[in-house]
């Protein structure tokens, strides 16, 4: 989703500028801009649609120059991707706005500052915040009281940040439901929608709250809460590491993050997961108290995480004999649910911002539920600082936008929830035992399981010029199919869909011919046989299929079946080694076609608008 990057320095900030907005392009846009205050006390603005070498090539035909300066990176809600509709947005050319989230009242705003004599120049809504701030200066000498009138107007989210050509020692900054951070410097502060912009200038940041108005200068940071008062905000050392946005030699970020699978999945066990059961308070000071209590489990997420939610329901029910019930946020939200007791809300989240996740969180505190836990990857993220409790899954920072390690490291971290809840709710010694040591054969086992590579780059020649596909899977690798079939239409644009195997007969059936082909994962559990049955149906009528197979599990490769085999593995990491394969098998269907792997079309990466 959008991007934002700002700096108030001595020196001449453009590459800081287009260097955090290179780090953010991970997270999907479709047009870039720039606007600089010039030492002339000119606003210099730059703006293109694609990517942001385009910016950077335009902007290397001028001598663009400032200390002052703010850029973003636009993927469109209101008005199509054109230059008028990239930011930063412009009010008779003194002040300058860059802006993620949507402003819903921005026609009633228009409409008012059309009749006050503003001419808009975009279809977008974030016009209106720099006409209104204008509007507001005429009330006031400060830029930063005039940013506080305005925010009040505003209905929706924002993460803004304001510059003013008659005030170049500063730029203003609010937050409410998109997220912004301050980012520390020695005589020179930054702003900016992610941490990962800023990394190469600082390693100090500052995670504005909702509500937070800031005003930034050179030297000083003065935060005001909602109601104006000043408030002081503590400072994070981020350990993220600053080449963390390097593809480490590889094609594509998607392949590298797959190949650190082991290794970040062994980072978040350490510590966490001895020899002989869970260490103490892992999921942080008193928490183990509180899940101690815990009688029913809420999970609530998007996208890949809520796949992830799924696979866990199986295991928190099986295992722990915790109820458990999952949810997409967007759903959740939403609609009116009952609050069990002693009910634990778990969000799952990768970047810690999506918009219908941390509205779904506020929602169950409102709701009463008991504790709330995030399962997420980024300290300091917002539902990290509005949850309760929080365990971070450590997969280091994901770039790709198709999530991969990200994935892996939850299931990791719901096995050790399943452990954790499960000791206080009669969980069998013998099974908690299994679990431990499941995890910790994980990281071989996952090291072993990439080493398959070279059979699925051929089954992905076979596959490539397919339009649709079916995947089946049974138990918990019914979510782990449906993880598949949502990495083979991110990336390959492929249509994908995933069906519980029982289902087959229900209607999906139908769609069988040698056009369709069908994935299956099939490891060899109790559920094995049955999914046999369902292979069975599907040669019968006349289907071609790819199945992901344990040696032992008996398939045969013939003329309408390819096994591939993958490594022997027993019991709950099954579904996290079978994800391995598909995650591969979209990478290599999706190199061949030829298409964006690591950006895409129409997909962002952190979805901070609902
Ligand atoms: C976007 C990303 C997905 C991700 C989903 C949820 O759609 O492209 O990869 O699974 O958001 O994001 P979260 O950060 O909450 O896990």
Redesign the pocket.
């Known amino acids: 989703m959008c991007g934002i990057v700002g700096a108030v320095a001595e020196r001449n900030v453009v590459e800081i500028l287009l260097e955090g907005l290179k780090r953010l392009e991970y997270r999907g846009y479709d047009s870039a801009g720039v606007a600089l205050l010039q030492p002339n006390g000119i606003l210099n603005r730059v703006r293109r649609t694609g990517k942001v070498q385009e910016l950077v090539d335009a902007l290397s035909d001028q001598e663009a120059l400032g200390s002052t300066g703010i850029a973003h990176t636009r993927w469109a809600t209101h008005g199509g991707v054109t230059e008028a509709n990239a930011h930063p947005h412009f009010s008779s050319d003194r002040i300058a706005v860059v802006h993620n989230g949507i402003i819903e009242n921005y026609q009633s705003l228009r409409a008012d500052l059309t009749s006050k004599g503003y001419t808009f120049t975009s279809d977008t809504d974030t016009e209106t915040i720099a006409h209104t701030v204008h509007e507001e200066l005429k009330n006031t000498d400060s830029l930063l009281a005039a940013v506080q009138a305005s925010v009040k107007q505003f209905h929706g989210a924002y993460g803004t940040v304001i510059m003013d050509r008659n005030d170049p020692s500063k730029v203003v900054v609010a937050r409410s439901g998109s997220p912004l951070v301050i980012g520390l410097g020695l005589g020179e502060n930054f702003i900016a929608s992610d941490q990962m912009a800023l990394l190469p200038v600082t390693r100090r940041f500052i995670f504005l709250e909702e509500g937070d108005v800031a005003e930034i200068t050179r030297r000083t940071v003065s935060i005001y809460d909602q109601d104006g008062k000043p408030v002081k905000r503590e400072i994070i050392e981020s350990n993220i590491e600053h080449d963390a946005g390097d593809k480490g030699g590889y094609r594509h970020y998607m392949l590298k993050e797959i190949h650190e699978q082991p290794t970040v999945v062994r980072n978040a066990l350490k510590e966490r997961v001895g020899d002989e059961g869970l260490l103490s308070d892992i999921f942080g000071k008193g928490a183990d108290e509180l899940l101690a209590k815990v009688k029913h489990v809420q999970i609530v ?5 809520y796949h992830a939610g799924m696979t866990a329901r199986y295991w928190l029910e099986q295992f722990a004999n915790v109820s458990c019930n999952v949810e997409i946020a967007s759903e959740f939200r939403y609609r009116k649910s009952v609050v069990h007791e002693n009910s634990l809300l778990v969000t ?7 918009a219908d ?1 941390l509205a779904a969180l506020r929602l169950a505190k409102e709701l009463g539920y008991m504790a709330s836990l995030t399962i997420c990857n980024v300290p300091g993220s917002s539902l990290v600082r509005e949850s309760d409790m929080a365990y971070m899954t450590r997969a280091g920072a994901e770039i790709g ?3 991969t390690k ?1 994935f892996t490291t939850q299931l990791t971290a719901f096995l050790v929830l399943t452990v954790a809840l499960g000791k206080h709710n009669g969980m069998s010694e013998v099974d908690q035992k299994a679990i431990i040591q499941g995890l910790h054969s994980l990281p071989a086992k996952l090291e072993e399981t990439l080493a398959i590579t070279q059979g699925i780059e051929d089954l992905a020649e076979e596959f490539a010029d397919k339009n649709h596909s079916l995947f089946l899977g049974r138990g918990d690798q019914y979510p782990i199919a449906m993880e598949g079939a949502l990495k083979l239409k991110e990336i390959s644009y492929i249509h994908a869909e995933a069906y519980a195997s029982g289902e087959l007969k229900h209607g999906p059936l139908a769609l069988i011919d040698e056009e369709m082909p069908v994935i299956v994962v099939a490891p060899n559990n109790e559920l094995l046989e049955k999914l046999k049955s369902n292979v069975e149906e599907v040669r019968a009528r006349g289907g071609i299929m790819y199945v992901f197979a344990d040696k032992d599990a008996a398939f045969a490769s013939d003329e309408t079946m390819r096994v591939i085999n993958v490594p022997h593995c027993d019991g709950p990491i099954a579904p996290i080694i079978y994800t391995i394969p598909l995650q591969l098998l979209s990478y290599y269907v999706a190199l061949i076609k030829g298409t964006d792997v690591d950006q895409p079309r129409n ?5 901070t608008v609902e």
């Open positions: 997420a998007c996208g890949t995480s799952i989240s990768q970047s810690g911002e999506t996740t936008v198709a999530s990200a997909l962002a990466k952190s979805v």
